[in-house]
């Protein structure tokens, strides 16, 4: 919530355990964490805690806490976890607009800040005026140009994301001994078994 993912549906949420039934059992490390609200302006959580999603937008401190009680944690743990995560986005800020910023997307690195941001205060109760402001990263200097889409860099300037990926891509294709399909060359077709070998 915090970090205004609206793809965090129950299938990116996984517990880890030894024995099925004995345990002992704990929560995955998160993943497929993306923060969907730069994209997608009017998404709304895939899981609107117990709310209908037409009226639920993201949720507030107190929708928060009362999360956790239903999981069996006082008030005052709950709080204690949304300040330990509230210190968590805040040490990766800087590292995040600064990964932009090295592919020359500082306006994306921007909007992200500002989504975070808006957790922070809006979802985690986390005043930033008195926890003090984000790091100055080397993307300030930066922040509002557009981002870097040419397929094409001059002479000086960092690859773009998409050439660095096709470089990549041609690098592993390379190894495996596999130039690439022929784009010439006519799709096979995979044949279907006949009708009766899918019926049991």
Do not use: C
């Not at 005026?129 to 140009?145: D, F, L």
């Amino acid at each position: 919530f915090s970090l205004r993912n609206g793809d965090a549906h129950l299938k990116n949420f996984a517990v880890l355990y030894e024995d099925a039934r004995n345990g002992p059992f704990k929560l995955a490390p998160a993943y497929d964490i993306v923060t969907t609200t730069i994209y997608l302006h009017n998404e709304t959580p895939a899981l609107p805690l117990g709310k209908s999603n037409k009226s639920f937008k993201w949720p507030k401190p107190e929708d928060i806490v009362k999360l956790g009680g239903f999981a069996g944690l006082s008030d005052e743990k709950s709080r204690s976890i949304m300040d330990e995560v509230g210190a968590g986005i805040r040490q990766v800020l800087p590292e995040m607009l600064d990964t932009f910023a090295t592919f020359q997307w500082n306006d994306w690195g921007h909007k992200m800040e500002s989504a975070w941001k808006d957790g922070l205060q809006n979802s985690l109760d986390i005043d930033l005026s008195t926890h003090g402001s984000t790091p100055v990263t080397r993307s300030e200097s930066n922040m509002g140009q557009s981002p870097n889409t040419s397929d094409e860099s001059t002479p000086g300037e960092r690859p773009s994301p998409r050439e660095v990926g096709e470089r990549l891509f041609k690098e592993a294709n390379d190894k495996r001994g596999n130039p690439g399909r022929n784009k010439s060359a006519p799709r096979q077709r995979i044949p279907m078994p006949p009708d009766n070998s899918l019926q049991r």
